[in-house]
């Protein structure tokens, strides 16, 4: 990556900036970011019902913070390469996840 090729201007933001440049990503790749994130959440929800994680606040609250950041590393890794590359490269993210899982 050059950061003088990126698809922003690297700099310190403000929140309405930084509010501007979610927007900006929603309308620029919304099927891109909606298939990362049922990519990262899918199988966790799913986990989830199998095991029928419901009634107990405490158990609830831990798994959540584990499953968490282990759900969203998928648009993470989307959001990184569609405001740093040109094209999102799915084969790149999915490469990108498993290095960093395994």
Partial sequence: MRP???????????????????????????IGLAVAL???AAPFALLDHALGITGDLVLQSFVYAVEAP????????FLGEAMF????SPLRIVRDL?????
């Fill in 4 to 30: 003088e090729s990126t698809a922003i201007r690297i700099r310190e933001r403000g929140f309405g900036e930084i509010l501007d440049l979610a927007f900006l990503a929603i309308r620029r790749h919304p």
């Fill in 38 to 40: 049922a990519a990262g």
């Fill in 70 to 77: 282990l759900a969203t590393a998928p648009l993470v890794l």
């Fill in 85 to 88: 590359v040109e094209n999102p």
């Fill in 98 to 102: 498993l290095r960093a899982t395994i």
